[in-house]
């Protein structure tokens, strides 16, 4: 990253462990938006982590969320990919509450993916997904996303938009 915006002077590269508190510091207060991609499924202790985000965040900002859903699907290739967990909208709705984020907007992606994910992490048992299978995935990908609206079960994975309004 350091290389690819060497010459942004608008881009800050910097290196922080989300589970260290203190390497927010720096950035207290200094940010409309934070972005959380497939992060909280990998930490100890999600709730500290969105603390320490809600501590960047500008009075009234955002927090847009990406992470695995559904307890369900969780299996052998999550913990092959290092997931601790999975999660659902209430579970993210108790954590957010909690620090004082409100939700704004929900979106499930990917529920023709869950139906995959689910056989070949729970019935199959494997820990990673394989080339061919990736490279099968990508060339359906326009064909299913076009049925993924009218399944009736939940994505496999959850986006969600909070702001954040204080304790």
Known sequence: LRNRFLRTPSVTVCQLDPEAPADFEPWKGQFETVLCANLLETVEDPQ???ASMAGCLKPGG?????TPQGKNLYGSLDQGMGTKRRFDVADLAALLGKIGFRIEQTHELN?????????????????RISRPGLKLWDKSVWLLRRIDAILPWHGLSLVVVARYTGK
């Open 111 to 127: 529920k023709i993916g869950a139906a995959g994910w689910w056989f070949s992490s729970r019935v199959l048992h494997r820990s």
């Open 62 to 66: 955002s927090l847009l969320v990406l």
């Open 48 to 50: 500290a982590v969105l």
